[in-house]
């Protein structure tokens, strides 16, 4: 076995678009280990080999700014694979990505092939922020399921959204190696200066640390790099911005009913005390309102 060397240094953050594509983008190996342990597959029905669908192959997706389905490969069986790193997460995600996913499942008849020859569609969209507040659940996986019969499915597409900053490895129910790929992908990029030892059970895993290893990128794809994350960075803070000024809104809209009702009140000969404990405004504003 050939020994590695140590590997030092900075590490770039893989869900960067220019890493991630980098790392799984370019080498089948890595995808093909990415999704036999992260998906759903059966026993017996792990993915062989994979390649990766040309331009005019892939599924026909509208560009959303920093929102790239990432890779799109196929095995040797025919299933199609979308992977997609999702930096923000907004309402219309979901919706958008099953119509790419569907999308990528109907237009496996532009090659020619009847109805009966079309291949499964998996879609995976790994998203870097917390979606479901309801529980504790970090793995989603969704398919079309008889709802009186929860064992019979019909076959043609699967998607699975991952959470990645709920991720706990104690709660994980799947291969060994699909923990250390989750970890790579919150770990990496955080401060770290050398493959923990963990990592160095999966060569695999390995490969992709030395692929995201800042000496292993060019000045230009380094300026990408930096672009990318400045572009989510003011992203999501239009966004918090967005949300303040709209609780702002919020907060003057309702205080102004609560003036309102405070006016009709002090208007009927109620007492401020008891207007003040209905409305819960401060008595120096209920009292600029008497007439």
Avoid at 149 to 168: A, H, S, V
Avoid at 184 to 196: C, D, K, Q, S, Y
Wanted: aromatic share 10%; proline share 5%.
């Amino acid at each position: 076995m050939v020994k590695r060397k140590q590997i030092t240094g900075k590490f770039l953050d893989p869900k960067a678009d220019v890493v991630f594509k980098k790392i799984f983008g370019h080498h089948p190996d890595l995808i093909k280990s990415f999704l036999n342990n992260l998906l759903p597959l059966p026993d017996g029905h792990l993915i062989e080999s994979v390649k990766y669908l040309m331009p005019e192959q892939s599924p026909r997706i509208p560009s959303m700014k920093n929102t790239i389905v990432d890779v799109k490969c196929t095995d040797e069986t025919g299933r199609i694979f979308i992977v997609e790193m999702q930096m923000t997460w907004s309402k219309t995600f979901l919706q958008r990505f099953l119509f790419e996913t569907s999308k990528a499942y109907v237009q496996q008849l532009e090659r020619g092939k009847a109805y009966e020859e079309l291949c499964p569609v998996y879609g995976l969209a790994l998203v870097n922020q917390t979606f479901e507040e309801t529980t504790d659940d970090w793995f989603h996986h969704y398919k079309l399921t008889n709802v009186k019969d929860i064992d019979k499915t019909l076959e043609g597409m699967q998607m699975i959204f991952l959470e990645l900053p709920k991720f706990n490895p104690k709660t994980l129910e799947h291969r060994k190696v699909g923990v250390l790929w989750m970890r790579f992908l919150r770990e990496t990029g955080t401060g770290l200066e050398a493959i923990p030892e963990e990592f160095k059970a999966s060569p695999e895993v390995v490969k992709a640390m030395e692929l995201a290893q800042e000496s292993a990128y060019t000045p230009t794809e380094l300026m990408a790099y930096d672009e990318y994350l400045d572009a989510i960075r003011v992203q999501q803070t239009v966004r918090a911005d967005s949300f303040k000024e709209g609780q702002e809104e919020e907060r003057k809209k309702n205080e102004e009913e609560k003036k309102n009702m405070a006016r009709k009140m002090l208007a009927k000969g109620i007492d401020i005390e008891d207007v003040q404990e209905f409305t819960d405004l401060p008595l120096k504003v209920i009292q600029s309102l008497h007439p």
